[in-house]
Nanobody, 128 residues
Framework: EVQLAESGGGLAQPGGSLRLSCVAS????????LSWVRQAPGKGLEWVSS????????SYADSVKGRFTISTDKTKNTVYLQMNSLKSEDTAVYHC?????????????????????WGQGTQVTVSS
């Protein structure tokens, strides 16, 4: 059974940092692209970042480029999102999601139908 479990959210001040973690199980970690997708209050899902271990490829939304870093620890089947220089507009529930097709890359132009499994999410609140 595929499972994605996020943690690491919380309250941060503007300009602060948080690191999110997503522990994955039930599939071959290296074969699939994993993404972080967020949903701000009252808004739709927004793709944030993706990582494809098999290609050593990462991609970021323009809104987070230069501030967020996605990475993985293959020994722990875990994907991370290091978030620095946080802004109030980063406030959202952050979900980890698995792309359904092995070897497929995704970016901002791909829709949410690319994903077949989602974690429950972790709340990030940026406020002074």
């Amino acid at each position: 059974e595929v499972q994605l479990a996020e943690s690491g959210g919380g309250l941060a001040q503007p300009g602060g940092s948080l690191r999110l973690s997503c522990v994955a199980s039930g599939f071959t970690f290296d074969d699939y692209t994993l993404s972080w997708v967020r949903q701000a209050p009252g808004k739709g899902l927004e793709w944030v970042s993706s990582i494809a271990n098999y290609m050593r490829h990462t991609s970021y939304a323009d809104s987070v480029k230069g501030r967020f870093t996605i990475s993985t620890d293959k020994t722990k089947n875990t994907v991370y999102l290091q978030m620095n220089s946080l802004k109030s507009e980063d406030t959202a529930v952050y979900h980890c999601a698995k792309v359904s097709i092995p070897g497929r890359l995704v970016a901002s132009t791909n829709g949410m139908e690319e994903y077949d499994y989602w974690g429950q999410g972790t709340q990030v609140t940026v406020s002074s």
